[in-house]
């Protein structure tokens, strides 16, 4: 089966929308999937138990949230090599958060990710949310494949 956690670190709302979302398209594929805000993760236990890793966070000064920076010294500290993950993030121009995100995973996690990050400028608008829950299919394929 497998089981997703999509974590969100947002300002206004918009990146929780897209969480929910890329959740909704996990289960679509028939595997679980739980929504955790960032701030509810505070130690490594919290992170640990799950096959797939869908990290988010929106775009301020062109930079990733700070809680979702803390984060990913948190996860560095799990060993999530090999697990299914992505990245994702709201953003108003740039976007950088998602790619710094998914570079992070790649690169130091070493994990099994789906193609790239997802950004979206608002889960709504242009198609938005086909494309975060078409998002979390792919997460959900991909575990399912496993
Ligand atoms: C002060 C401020 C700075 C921002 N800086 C950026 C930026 O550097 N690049 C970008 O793409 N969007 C930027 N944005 C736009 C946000 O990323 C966008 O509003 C996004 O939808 C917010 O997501 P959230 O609701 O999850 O916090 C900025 C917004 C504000 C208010």
């Known amino acids: 089966m497998g089981k997703t956690i999509v974590i969100y670190s947002t300002r206004t709302g918009?990146?929780?929308?897209?969480?929910?979302?890329?959740?909704?398209?996990?289960?679509?594929?028939?595997?679980?999937?739980?929504?955790?805000?960032?701030?509810n993760i505070k130690k490594e236990e919290n992170l640990k138990g799950y096959d797939a890793y869908v990290f988010g966070s929106a775009t301020y000064h062109g930079e990733m949230m700070?809680?979702?920076?803390?984060?990913?010294?948190?996860?560095?500290?799990?060993?999530?090599?090999?697990?299914?993950?992505g990245?994702?993030?709201?953003?108003?121009?740039?976007?950088?958060?998602?790619?710094?995100i998914f570079d992070t995973m790649k690169n130091i996690f070493k994990m099994d990710l789906v193609s790239g990050p997802?950004?979206?400028?608002?889960?709504?608008?242009?198609?938005?949310?086909?494309?975060?829950?078409?998002?979390?299919?792919?997460?959900?394929?991909k575990l399912k494949a496993l």
């Open 118 to 141: 997802l950004n979206l400028k608002s889960s709504s608008l242009g198609g938005g949310i086909q494309m975060a829950q078409d998002y979390g299919r792919e997460i959900g394929n």
């Open 66 to 85: 700070q809680g979702m920076k803390t984060m990913l010294f948190l996860a560095e500290k799990v060993d999530l090599e090999g697990k299914v993950g």
């Open 14 to 39: 918009q990146t929780k929308n897209i969480a929910e979302l890329i959740a909704e398209g996990v289960r679509f594929s028939g595997t679980d999937a739980e929504v955790i805000n960032i701030t």
């Open 87 to 100: 990245a994702f993030g709201a953003y108003g121009w740039s976007g950088e958060a998602p790619g710094r």
